[in-house]
């Protein structure tokens, strides 16, 4: 799965939000832009988040622009409040213009941000008349309601109300949802990220439904192949795996074997991380064994490695160790092995490491045991470093990785005179190099660079001393310039 869609997977989780941002110069469209996902912005002293989601909402109408019409100042006075956080007073001011003043040229303007303010009140009263305001947009103002900010804003209101049992929002959302409304005329394929399409919003707002209701939506919308369905069925694959049911699992599989599009593929298996349940480590299972597409099968050894059951574990050590099996794959799960601590899977790592001659998943184990602290993995990599019939540059890497695990100074400190490799001992001065709050490194970096035998050890430790910030350094450094 690439980062774009790992972060695009955590935006979802927070929620799917939308934002007002300034309107384009001819106040004839409305625009919205997407907040920061997982952020909170603060408006006026209080974080605002969207009702219908965690994401956070700007909150910017557009600049003035009719300084004579005889509604700017009231449309100034809203606009103050809506930017400040101050919903329920915006909603009363923008009313205001479009009563008062109902050929204005703030008209349109003020009917949809009297609907988005009540929407940010977020009560069913309010919800219910924002409803209404955009009810009036579409037959006021045509060309402002049919543009797709409006319509996201409808079926964010929609999605509101039928969460809390109105029947028609509810037919609305599902119709919208399945993709069984018309699209309307002009409107692209919407990406899984496009929070501002209307079918994306009605698929957001299925996040609120029980899963009874929610599910065969769902899973017709996985099921269809048009090209304009790609971004909904990524959408349809994370909301599935939030809903916790008997049929999870087996729908999440299903896509990850047929769907045509290898991102949703690929979403459909680490998306079983997330799912609970002995049944889903079956799937995974069969996925490793089956599947011939490498990326899918690093998902999941990626949702394996979220399980915390000895049997998950058990099949990430089974691939670490099956010598057929493609090596990228096996160093995958050599490091997800790593991540857990468990002696089981220290046992099995330090025993892999004694038969295997790839040097590559070596050096992977070394990385890995590193990261479990304690269980004597310090002293075995030590023992790895000292071992003379170890390759020079994993006895190298091994020095390095057990400089992070804590190993005394001393300890290297002892091993720097027991040897004589030059590269060796290079890598253990770069070890106190990595120490600089460690007295005991500073001090043999210094008896390195004033009396070691060899020229080029004693250079690399006068480097590294000019980069530390012991304040014994300068002077040292100043008193070797005038000898």
Not at 67 to 84: F, K
Not at 185 to 192: H, I, K, L, Y
Not at 248 to 270: G, H, K, W, Y
Request: hydrophobic share 40%.
């Amino acid at each position: 799965m690439t980062m774009k869609t790992l972060l695009t997977a955590a935006a979802i989780i927070s929620s799917a939000g939308l934002g007002v941002s300034q309107a384009p110069s001819d106040h004839s469209s409305l625009s919205f832009a997407s907040a920061p996902a997982i952020a909170t912005i603060t408006v006026g002293g209080d974080q605002v988040r969207d009702v219908a989601g965690d994401v956070a909402l700007t909150t910017v109408a557009p600049e003035p622009w009719a300084q004579r019409d005889p509604a700017d100042s009231l449309y100034r006075i809203a606009r103050e409040a809506l930017n400040r956080g101050d919903f329920r007073r915006a909603a009363e001011v923008f009313h205001r213009i479009t009563e008062r003043y109902p050929q204005s040229a703030y008209a349109g303007q003020s009917l949809y941000y009297e609907a988005f303010s009540l929407y940010r009140s977020g009560n069913s009263g309010d919800l219910e008349n924002a409803r209404d305001r955009l009810r009036e947009l579409t037959r006021r103002f045509p060309s402002l309601a049919s543009g797709g900010d409006a319509r996201t804003l409808v079926t964010r209101v929609c999605g509101e109300l039928a969460k809390r049992g109105d029947q028609d929002c509810a037919r609305s959302i599902v119709d919208q949802a399945a993709g069984t409304e018309t699209p309307v005329q002009g409107t692209s394929c919407p990406s899984e990220d496009d929070d501002n399409d209307d079918r994306i919003a009605a698929l957001n707002a299925l996040l609120q439904m029980d899963a009874e209701r929610a599910m065969p939506i769902l899973q017709r919308v996985l099921s269809r192949r048009d090209p304009c369905s790609v971004g909904l069925r990524r959408k349809a694959v994370f909301l599935v795996s939030q809903k916790r049911t008997d049929q999870t699992a087996d729908i999440l599989m299903n896509v990850a074997r047929s769907d045509p599009d290898q991102e949703v593929r690929e979403q459909a298996v680490f998306w079983l991380s997330q799912v609970p349940g002995d049944r889903t480590i079956t799937l995974l299972d069969e996925i490793l064994k089956s599947n011939s597409n490498l990326e899918i099968k690093e998902k999941a050894l990626f949702a394996l490695s979220q399980k915390r059951e000895e049997r998950a574990q058990a099949m990430l050590r089974d691939v670490a160790a099956r010598e057929s099996e493609n090596s990228d794959l096996r160093e995958k799960a050599i490091f997800w092995l790593g991540q857990q601590r468990s002696t089981g899977n220290t046992e099995f790592l330090r025993g892999l490491y004694g038969r295997l001659t790839n040097a590559d998943l070596k050096e992977k184990i070394l990385f890995s045991l590193s990261q479990q602290r304690g269980a004597g993995n310090d002293r075995w990599l030590m023992d790895i470093a000292v071992n003379a019939r170890e390759p020079q540059e994993l006895r190298k890497k091994a020095l390095f990785w057990a400089g992070q695990t804590g190993v005394p100074s001393s300890e290297f400190a002892s091993l720097y005179d027991r040897i004589g490799d030059q590269e060796l001992k290079d890598q253990i001065i770069f070890v106190f190099s990595q120490r600089g709050r460690d007295a005991a490194a500073m001090d043999k970096l210094f008896a390195i660079a004033r009396a070691d035998q060899d020229p080029e050890l004693r250079k690399k430790a006068i480097f590294w001393l000019g980069q530390s910030r012991d304040p014994r350094a300068q002077k040292f450094l100043e008193d070797l310039i005038n000898r």
